[in-house]
């Protein structure tokens, strides 16, 4: 059974002492920054990027995939005690889980929120298994001409399935994947528009651009708003959810499992769309709907079981095929570049106990989750006390050293400023920066394998349609934006992503 | 939102994109185009800029026909504030040291938020500069001078 070594594979990689310790790390950062408000785990996973450099690959890479459903975790425990979403794959848990906090109910609340996210973990875990060997072997297939429909597809893909305007997301590719040309030409050995800076002669370090976009510019229209001040009023006692609870939880934790898996593995979906998805359809499902939004524990563990799920599926496209679901994935593919790794098909067969790895690390994760959050939950509770007005500078230090640590460079630190600017600058015209970060990590693979591939077929370009798989990949594009021009899909996207 | 004339929002980044597309055109215009078989550095960044200017003169026309919202209003202290602090940062760090840089940094990103208080702002910077030393310096190993000295 090639599924179970790979997986005794990647275990014996994840419980690796160095690595369940990076783990721990990970998870415990992340958790830390899904509790505070105004950090979110782009930023953070970009400000430690820098310091992986040492790590060994699977290190780096398994502390990294830590903080990332870390913060899903550390999201949904302030969005039941205090109502505020530390992440936004967390909005929809305030909805039921504040509910039933308010009703004293909250430690049930956390314990079925914790429980769902440990199941759907765990399920998660081993579809990422299932799925990644059929996937790998077909990537193996693909030259440039495939590889560039694939690449071009999961920037379609993750533009429309992605909060905001299609067509303005698609304009932040194409700037990010302009952005992405700058460098010498790996080809001829010209620079383009370097502007004769010799820093720029590598191209732009995506860790200052992310930085600047997520981190930085964030804090500039955070500050706009007065701060709120949180009050956590409840009282924590009993932990432990009765046996009705668990009963009229574990369907829905199912349901939100799967729905989350599914979503999870399409581009673009990520961590926003799994858990709205999960509460609508457990809302549907429900005998009595009007329970929903007035404490429905269902409401809690539909959502957080498809929030975790999704979350750790969406690795499922970045170990397979080294496309990334979102921008997060973008920096992940980013730390293995970081590595000396080539993400794409190959990274499965050629390193495979990394791959693995991280696979059995998100196991191990949840467990040391399910330890840390469940006992620990009042020291995370007391991290909301410290005041926004301290945290944002230190996040802003934070940010300038990390970004100053990728290469000990003063130009990345000014450029990671320009960026936070230009971030600004998209807050305010309502544009999301996320597709403008997948098109820098993924412009320079997508120049070369379009090149390689104009090359082979001597500047033909019927090449991509002439080719059945990717014909075929290129036609679910064009399906995807017809899709969007059709009025009613177009609604039910708005409904499905509105907030 | 009142009702205006022009969509602001859309009508900004449209000219935004057109102008990217215009510098890049600028950039690039010594660079071989080549042909679609063997490309050329000026290829792709053109193609790209053709793009991202056709999509920047559909959103400025577009902002300038649809009545919409306006934009909300710009607040100067936070952007000058943290803008002021990330480059006391780059302008400190290599000469001054890490120490005076972090510090320096803490201090003037505080101004950007109306809320702080100038004791704590004092005394939570030289604890955060203290931290960031020791973690980034002696942990992690960050090559990078302490002192000015």
Not at chain 1, 173 to 179: A, C, E, S, W, Y
Not at chain 1, 455 to 477: E, H, K, M
């Amino acid at each position: 059974m090639e599924l179970f070594d790979n997986l005794l594979l990647g275990l014996a990689t994840a419980l690796q002492l160095n690595n369940l310790v990076y783990c721990l790390i990970g998870v415990v950062i992340g958790t830390a920054i899904g509790v505070l408000p105004g950090i979110g785990p782009i930023p953070t996973v970009a400000l430690l990027l820098p310091f992986t450099f040492g790590l060994e690959p699977a290190s780096s890479l398994i502390m990294l995939a830590g903080i990332f459903y870390g913060a899903q975790y550390g999201g949904s425990t302030t969005a039941i005690l205090v109502n505020v979403p530390g992440e936004t794959s967390s909005v929809v848990t305030c909805l039921d889980g504040h509910e039933m906090a308010k009703q004293g109910r909250a430690g049930p609340a956390l314990a079925i929120a914790a429980i769902s996210s440990f199941f759907a973990g765990t399920v998660a875990t081993i579809v990422i298994a299932v799925l990644s060997l059929p996937l790998a072997a077909l990537a193996l297939k693909f030259t440039a001409v495939e590889y560039f429909s694939l690449l071009v597809l999961g920037l379609f893909a993750a533009v429309i399935l992605a909060h905001g305007s299609v067509s303005k997301s698609l304009a932040m590719v194409l700037l990010g994947l302009l952005i992405g040309t700058v460098g010498i030409d790996v080809n001829s050995g010209v620079a383009r528009m370097t502007f004769s800076v010799p820093a720029l002669a590598d191209g732009l370090d995506f860790v200052p651009v992310a930085m600047g976009l997520f981190g930085l510019a964030e804090i500039m229209a955070n500050l706009e708003r007065p701060e709120t001040r949180q009050v956590v009023s409840q009282k924590l006692r009993d932990l432990v959810p009765s046996w009705t609870d668990l009963k009229a939880a574990f369907p829905a934790m199912v349901r939100g499992t799967f729905i989350g898996s599914a979503l999870g593995v399409l581009p673009g979906g990520g961590a926003a769309l799994p858990p709205f998805t999960a509460y609508a359809v457990e809302k549907k499902l429900a005998r009595d709907p009007s329970r929903f939004g007035k404490g429905a524990i269902e409401g809690v563990a539909g959502p957080e079981a498809a929030n975790n799920a999704g979350a750790q599926t969406s690795f499922i496209p970045l170990l397979t095929l080294g496309i990334p679901a979102n921008a997060l994935m973008a920096l992940m593919i980013g730390a293995l570049m970081m590595q000396g790794i080539q993400p794409g098909p190959q990274v499965m067969t050629e390193q495979p106990q990394l791959v693995w790895g991280v696979i059995a690390s998100m196991w191990t994760g949840n467990l040391m989750l399910l330890i840390i959050n469940l006992p620990l939950v009042g020291v995370w509770v007391s991290m909301l006390k410290i005041p926004y007005r301290l945290l944002f500078p230190a996040i802003v230090l934070f940010c300038c050293i990390g970004t100053y640590g990728i290469s000990n460079s003063v130009f990345n630190v000014w450029l990671m400023l320009g960026c936070a600017l230009v971030g600004y600058f998209f807050i305010k015209v309502g544009v999301e920066p996320a597709p403008l970060l997948l098109g820098l990590v993924l412009g320079p693979q997508l120049e070369e394998n379009f090149r390689r591939a104009m090359q082979l077929s001597d500047g033909d370009p019927s090449v991509f349609v002439t080719r059945p798989i990717s014909a075929v990949l290129l036609g679910i594009v064009v399906l995807m934006l017809a899709a969007m021009l059709s009025p009613t899909i177009l609604r039910k996207r708005k409904q499905a992503l509105a907030e | 939102m009142t009702q205006r004339r022009i969509d602001w929002p859309d009508l900004l980044f449209g000219l935004f994109l057109i102008l990217v597309a215009a510098g890049t055109f600028a950039a690039t215009r010594k660079l071989s185009h080549g042909t679609a078989a063997d490309m050329g550095p000026g290829y792709m960044p053109r193609a790209i800029a053709l793009g991202l200017l056709g999509f920047g003169l559909f959103f400025a026309g577009r902002g300038l026909v649809r009545a919409h919202a306006g934009i909300a209003r710009v607040h100067l202290r936070p952007i000058l504030g943290i803008a002021a602090s990330v480059a006391a940062f780059s302008a400190l760090v290599e000469t001054a040291g890490l120490a005076l840089a972090s510090f320096a940094a803490i201090v003037i990103a505080a101004l950007a938020s109306r809320e702080s208080r100038i004791v704590e702002v004092l005394l939570f910077g030289i604890g955060v500069s203290a931290g960031a030393v020791l973690l980034f310096v002696k942990a992690l190993a960050l090559p990078v001078p302490i002192w000015p000295w």
